[in-house]
C-alpha cells in the first residue's frame, strides 16, 4: 500500500512547539506516512531551541529571517523559497499550522500548486481584522484554501460550518499544545527561576502582541510593576520577546523593581516548566491560553478579544484588556481572593486530552486510504 507523503511547515516558535508532536506522531508511523519537514525560519534562535528539545531535525530550511523584516517580506520570501520544495517533493497534503504569516504563505503557495492543505488549530475568530493583528487575516484565508480542517474545539468547528467549510471536511482533535505539555513539564524540574521565586507567588508574564506595542504595553507593566510593589510575596518573571520595541518598554516601565526579573526567552521545556511553577499567567499570547488550564493555572489575557472563548467560558481565562487599572484590579483580585483564584485554577480545561496529533494522523491516514482506492 502506497505511504502519503505529507509536508509539514512551520517557521516560528509557538507553531514549532505545537507542529512537533504532530511530527513525531507521523515519523512513528512509518507503514502509514513519508515525513516531510520545512521550516522557514520566520523565527531563527527561538524555533532552533524548539526543534532541539523534541529531536526535530528538518529536510528543508528556507532560513528567511532578516533584519527588520516586514509582514510583506515575509510573505514574499516564503512563496519564493517554498514553491520549488513543493516542487521537488510533491506531497499529497500539505500541513500548516494556526495564523502566522509563513503559514498562510506556505498555504497560498501550495494552494497555487493545486496541493491539498490541511489546517492545524482550524476555525479559530475573533471576526476583528485589526486583533489580533494580521494573525486574524492570516487564519480566515488559510481556511479559505484548506481543504481539511483539523479543529481544536467544537466551538471552532462551529466556525467553520457558518462560513460553509464542507461538514465532512472538519475534525475535532484537541489542540497539539496540550501534546507538547505530556512529553516537557516535569515534577522534579528545577532551574535557577524556580530557585528565586521558591516561597514566593510567581507571576509569569509574556508579551509581544504587535497591536499591544505603545501605550496598551506601558499599561501592562505599570499594572504589573503595582501589584508586585503592593504584595511583598509576589514575584514576576518576563521570558522578554526580541523585538527590541517590547524591549524598549518593558526596560523604561519595569528596571528597577528587584522582584521583577526580565529574562531572555526560554527553552520550550523552561517554559512549560515555569508555567506549571506560577501561581498565575498574565500574558496577551494565544498558545498560553491553551497551555495554561491544562496546567491547573488562571490565566489573565491581555487582550480586548480572544479567539479562544472556550476558556472564557469554561472560566480557566479572563479578557483584562490593557487599561491600566483593569489590570491591576484582576491581578490583585486573583492574589487576594483565594475562592476567586481555586475555581479558575480547578476549571475544566476544554482544549483537549494530550492527544490530538494522533487523532490528525489517524484521519490523514483514512483520508489517504480512501483517495488511492
Known amino acids: 500500500m502506497a505511504k502519503a507523503k505529507v509536508l509539514l511547515v512551520f517557521g516560528t516558535r509557538p507553531e514549532a512547539i505545537k507542529m512537533c508532536p504532530l511530527v513525531k506522531e507521523l515519523q512513528g508511523r512509518p507503514d502509514d506516512f513519508e515525513t516531510v519537514v520545512c521550516v522557514t ?12 528539545a523534541f529531536d526535530v531535525v528538518p529536510d528543508y530550511d528556507l532560513d528567511i529571517m532578516k533584519a527588520g523584516q516586514t509582514l510583506a517580506g515575509v510573505t514574499g520570501d516564503v512563496l519564493a523559497k517554498f514553491s520549488p520544495v513543493l516542487e521537488a517533493e510533491k506531497p499529497d497534503y500539505v500541513l500548516v499550522h494556526g495564523d502566522t504569516t509563513t503559514a498562510f504563505a506556505a498555504g497560498l503557495a501550495a494552494f497555487y500548486m493545486q496541493i491539498p492543505v490541511a489546517h492545524v488549530e482550524a476555525g479559530l475568530r475573533t471576526w476583528d481584522m485589526a486583533s489580533p493583528f494580521p494573525e486574524e487575516f492570516n487564519r480566515q484565508t488559510i481556511d479559505l484554501v484548506a481543504e481539511t480542517y483539523f479543529a481544536p474545539t467544537e466551538t471552532a468547528r462551529q466556525h467553520l460550518l457558518e462560513e ?19 512529553t516537557t513539564v516535569r515534577d522534579d524540574f528545577s532551574n535557577e527561576w524556580t530557585d528565586w521565586a521558591e516561597g514566593s507567588r510567581l507571576v509569569l508574564v509574556t508579551a509581544h502582541r504587535r497591536e499591544n506595542i505603545g501605550k496598551p504595553m506601558e499599561n501592562i507593566f505599570r499594572a504589573l510593576r503595582r501589584v508586585v510593589d503592593e504584595n511583598p510575596d509576589v514575584k514576576a518573571l518576563y521570558p522578554i520577546h526580541m523585538n527590541p520595541k517590547v524591549r524598549e518598554i518593558a526596560s523604561e516601565v519595569l528596571d528597577g523593581e528587584d522582584r521583577i526579573r526580565i529574562i531572555e526567552p526560554m527553552e520550550v521545556l523552561e517554559f512549560h516548566n515555569m508555567m506549571n511553577a506560577s501561581h498565575l499567567i498574565l500574558t496577551d499570547s494565544g498558545g498560553i491560553q491553551e497551555e495554561a488550564p ?3 493555572k488562571p490565566v489573565l489575557v491581555a487582550r480586548t478579544t480572544t479567539e479562544r472563548p472556550e476558556g472564557i467560558e469554561a472560566g480557566t481565562l479572563r479578557l483584562v484588556g490593557t487599561n491600566e487599572d483593569s489590570l491591576f484590579e484582576a491581578l490583585s ?3 487576594s481572593d483565594s475562592a476567586e483564584y481555586e475555581a479558575m485554577a480547578h476549571a475544566a480545561n476544554p482544549y483537549g486530552d494530550g492527544f490530538a496529533s494522533r487523532r490528525i494522523a489517524d484521519q490523514l491516514a483514512l483520508s489517504a486510504k480512501t483517495a488511492k482506492k
Open 41 to 52: 525560519g520566520q523565527h531563527r534562535e527561538m524555533l532552533q531551541q524548539v526543534l532541539q
Open 164 to 182: 460553509g467549510k464542507p461538514a465532512d471536511h472538519i475534525f475535532v482533535t484537541g489542540n497539539t499544545g496540550i501534546d507538547a505539555l505530556r
Open 294 to 296: 491544562s496546567l491547573g
Open 333 to 335: 483580585s486573583l492574589l
